[in-house]
């Protein structure tokens, strides 16, 4: 049987950072976007304006510096701005700097895990990082072809799927948590 090769040639975009960096922090960040959801909800359900307008403030204002923080993270670190070619094989995946400045070769047991959205693939090299393969790079067989390889290749356990849903329930939780556990002293110490 032939070992099948895929090359794909990727110059990792701001873009592409953004969304490696949210899924590598999407625990953290999806719980804490529940919890100010349920803020905003309890405030509209309260009609408490002045409450509701300085939590989007701060929401807004998280996002922005977030958003600034991470464009300033990605344009200071010009060594994952470099054009790369990986290489997916039966031993593991080599990655190679266009411009000849390094060379690394990770075997699949190596690995952390990957996580894939419908538009990246990102290949973990721990918990908060690893490298970003956008999909648009790849034609729908190298796809198909990669996904059978890393199957093949990896514990399920290490291939995951994004869920930001999931997150997200437990910031609501968390926060609809809170609320019961200060209705609860509220009518304790009512009684006292």
Not at 38 to 47: F, P, Q, R
Not at 81 to 102: A, H, L, M, W, Y
Not at 107 to 126: A, C, F, N, P
Request: net charge positive.
């Amino acid at each position: 049987m032939e070992e099948k090769n895929i090359q794909v040639t990727v110059k990792v975009e701001l873009q592409d950072y953004l969304k490696f960096a949210k899924l590598s922090g999407a625990k953290c960040l999806y719980i804490f976007y529940g919890f100010f959801i349920c803020l905003i909800i309890e405030n509209i359900i309260e009609k408490d304006i002045s409450s509701l307008i300085l939590i989007l403030i701060l929401f807004v204002g998280y996002e922005i510096y977030y958003r600034i923080s991470l464009k300033k993270s990605f344009e200071s670190n010009k060594l994952n701005q470099k054009e790369e070619v990986f290489k997916f094989t039966e031993r593991g995946i080599e990655i190679i700097k266009i411009d000849g400045s390094s060379n690394l070769n990770i075997k699949w047991d190596e690995l952390y895990g990957i996580k894939h959205s419908k538009d990246i693939l990102y290949l973990m090299t721990g918990s908060s990082s690893g490298y970003v393969i956008p999909k648009k790079l790849l034609d729908a067989e190298q796809i198909a072809d990669l996904e059978g390889l890393i199957k093949d290749k990896l514990d399920f356990k290490l291939l995951k799927k994004v869920k930001r849903f999931k997150y997200l329930c437990i910031g609501v939780s968390i926060q609809i948590l809170a609320i019961v556990l200060l209705a609860v002293l509220k009518i304790i110490s009512s009684y006292f």
